[in-house]
Nanobody, 124 residues
Framework: QVQLQESGGGVVQAGGSLRLSCAASGRTFSSYAMAWFRQVLGKEREFVAAIGYNDVSTYGTDSLKGRFTISVDRAKNSVFLQMDNLRPEDTAVYYC?????????????????WGQGAQVTVSS
C-alpha cells in the first residue's frame, strides 16, 4: 500500500513562494506518475500539475505553468511543487497523488493513492 505525505504548506503573502514536498513509501511497482491537485471547501478538486515516469510534465492552466513547477526526485521517492508569485486565489488544500504507469493523468479518478493534504493560504 502506497502512502503519501505532504509537507511545506503554510501562510504566505501574495507574490511570495512556497515549496510543497510529497514523500512516498510502500511502493511495489516501478513505473509511476505523480500529481498535485488542490481543493477549496465546497468545490471540486482541481488538477494543478503532474509528471509522468517519462518525466513529461503537464499543468492545469497556462497561469499555473508560468508560476508553478513540478519536479521529482526518484532516488528519494519524492515529488515537489514549487509555487512562485502566489495569489490569494491559490489558497486551497493541496493534495499529492500517485498512479501506476508511465503517463501522467489529469483526472482525479486516474489516481490510486492520495495524501492527506497540505493547507496553503495566500493573504492579500
Amino acid at each position: 500500500q502506497v502512502q503519501l505525505q505532504e509537507s511545506g504548506g503554510g501562510v504566505v503573502q501574495a507574490g511570495g513562494s512556497l515549496r510543497l514536498s510529497c514523500a512516498a513509501s510502500g511502493r511495489t511497482f516501478s513505473s509511476y506518475a505523480m500529481a498535485w491537485f488542490r481543493q477549496v471547501l465546497g468545490k471540486e478538486r482541481e488538477f494543478v500539475a503532474a509528471i509522468g515516469y517519462n518525466d513529461v510534465s503537464t499543468y492545469g492552466t497556462d497561469s499555473l505553468k508560468g508560476r508553478f513547477t513540478i519536479s521529482v526526485d526518484r532516488a528519494k521517492n519524492s515529488v515537489f511543487l514549487q509555487m512562485d508569485n502566489l495569489r490569494p486565489e491559490d489558497t486551497a488544500v493541496y493534495y499529492c497523488a500517485e498512479k501506476w504507469g508511465v503517463v501522467a493523468g489529469t483526472r482525479t479518478y486516474e489516481y490510486d493513492y492520495w495524501g492527506q493534504g497540505a493547507q496553503v493560504t495566500v493573504s492579500s
